[in-house]
T-cell receptor, first 114, second 113 residues
Framework: DGGITQSPKYLFRKEGQNVTLSCEQN?????MYWYRQDPGQGLRLIYY???????QKGDIAEGYSVSREKKESFPLTVTSAQKNPTAFYLC?????????????FGPGTRLTVT | KQEVTQIPAALSVPEGENLVLNCSFT??????LQWFRQDPGKGLTSLLL?????REQTSGRLNASLDKSSGRSTLYIAASQPGDSATYLC????????????FGGGTRVLVKP
């Protein structure tokens, strides 16, 4: 079964703790993306990567970090520097022909920080 | 900077009525536009992708049109069903956003039986 998996589905953390969200894809896609979604709002891009060992900041990268050591994996770390980390986080992937191809999304991780 | 707007934010229709969802964008230099469906607490499911050179795309009861020059796209869902209840988001991929997707805020649809 091809697709994108994100784990866990729900995550709870105390303020001041770093937390890492997992994203794995077996679609052989080169590009991967992390988005944040807040209630009633569209998605905002946090980070994206088009190739292993390379990634770029999106519109709201502050307080987040990523790595891309393998083509299939693009974990996102929410650091204690992120002022308002409670949100729904979505991972996506696409081929590098972004102009022609669709982005496919994972099921999301809901992070709650108290 | 690209901005994408979806109005209305919420819509309620009786079952069987056709749905018309609107999406507008400020920069017409786009490569493609995607319509997504999102169920509560779930990820996004791609419904239709329209290339900038196309005027419409169809899939079953869904039809999406694109008018680049006026910065508009419309998603039509024929003969709506309660199972169509969800949030629908549009996103454009283009130069103004640095070759990344820019999302609208979505339209939340409720189809009443």
């Amino acid at each position: 079964d091809g697709g994108i998996t994100q784990s866990p589905k729900y995550l709870f953390r105390k303020e001041g703790q770093n937390v890492t969200l997992s994203c794995e894809q077996n679609l052989n896609h080169d590009a991967m993306y992390w988005y944040r979604q807040d209630p009633g709002q569209g998605l905002r891009l946090i980070y994206y990567s088009q190739i292993v060992n390379d990634f770029q900041k999106g519109d709201i990268a502050e307080g987040y970090s990523v790595s891309r050591e393998k083509k299939e994996s693009f974990p996102l770390t929410v650091t204690s520097a992120q002022k308002n980390p409670t949100a729904f986080y979505l991972c996506a992937s696409s081929t590098l022909q972004g102009i022609l191809d669709e982005q496919y999304f994972g099921p999301g991780t809901r992070l709650t920080v108290t | 900077k690209q901005e994408v707007t979806q109005i209305p934010a919420a819509l309620s229709v009786p079952e069987g009525e056709n749905l018309v969802l609107n999406c507008s964008f400020t920069d017409s230099a786009i490569y493609n536009l995607q319509w997504f469906r999102q169920d509560p607490g779930k990820g996004l499911t791609s419904l239709l992708l329209i290339q900038s050179s196309q005027r419409e795309q169809t899939s079953g009861r869904l039809n999406a049109s694109l008018d680049k020059s006026s910065g508009r796209s419309t998603l039509y869902i024929a003969a709506s069903q309660p199972g169509d209840s969800a949030t629908y988001l549009c996103a454009v991929f283009g130069k103004a956003a640095g070759n990344k997707l820019t999302f609208g805020g979505g339209t939340r649809v409720l189809v009443k039986p």
